[in-house]
């Protein structure tokens, strides 16, 4: 069975940090990887969809990559700000688009 | 585009009452998914789409019905409202493409759901 783990799940920095997102999956057998944000009561944003076959996507100040063999996904935030304060959640999508995802991390920047 | 609505916003049902949480897409995607979401959880799946007329099982579909007999409307049934049921409910829709899967999935804002 498909499990996704995020850690941290709670991550507190300084306006200005670089910062590193973790994911990782127990199989292998992924079609893609979606990376999304949530802002609290509210829905989710895509972020970034890494294909299979890729091994990075980049969107502005992030940056997601995909390694399937070791089961892991990491999403890089440049030059984080306030703004940035949401939850993070990635999600592995199986055959059929069907997305597993993982629990979150709960991200805060402060100013 | 409006992209992917759900009505209500928010909810209170009493147990063992009945509604049906509705989801709406104007992209034309041919599949569509509902989600729950628990406090501090991430994303279940509960009923998934892949065409009108066509639906199956996620991971946690008892005590929930879907049907879907347009592309566009993919509503979701709650029977016996259970307090297990407590939740927001997110719908989603993408696209399938025979070269390269599904693109990136879009989600509504949720129905918030309280039975007591």
């Known amino acids: 069975k498909q499990e996704v783990t995020q850690i941290p799940a709670a991550l507190s920095v300084p306006e200005g940090e670089n910062l590193v997102l973790n994911c990782s999956f127990t199989d292998s057998a992924i079609y893609n990887l979606q990376w999304f944000r949530q802002d609290p009561g509210k829905g989710l944003t895509s972020l970034l969809l890494i294909q299979s076959s890729q091994r990075e996507q980049t969107s502005g100040r992030l940056n997601a990559s995909l390694d399937k063999s070791s089961g892991r996904s990491t999403l890089y935030i440049a030059a984080s700000q306030p703004g940035d304060s949401a939850t993070y959640l990635c999600a592995v999508v199986r055959q059929g688009g069907k997305l597993i995802f993982g629990q979150g991390t709960e991200l805060s920047v402060k100013p | 585009n409006a992209g992917v609505t759900q009505t209500p916003k928010f909810r209170i049902l009493k147990i063992g009452q009945s509604m049906t949480l509705q989801c709406t897409q104007d992209?034309?995607?041919?599949?569509m998914y509902w989600y729950r979401q628990d406090p501090g959880m991430g994303l279940k799946l509960i009923y998934y789409s892949v065409g009108a007329g066509i639906t199956d099982k996620g991971e946690v579909p008892n005590g929930y019905n879907v049907s879907r007999s347009t592309t566009e409307d993919f509503p979701l049934r709650l029977e016996l409202a259970a307090p297990s049921q407590t939740s927001v409910y997110f719908c989603a829709s993408t696209q399938l493409h025979r070269d390269r899967g599904t693109d990136t999935q879009y989600f509504g804002p949720g129905t918030r759901l309280t039975v007591l």
């Open positions: 992209m034309n995607h041919n599949y």
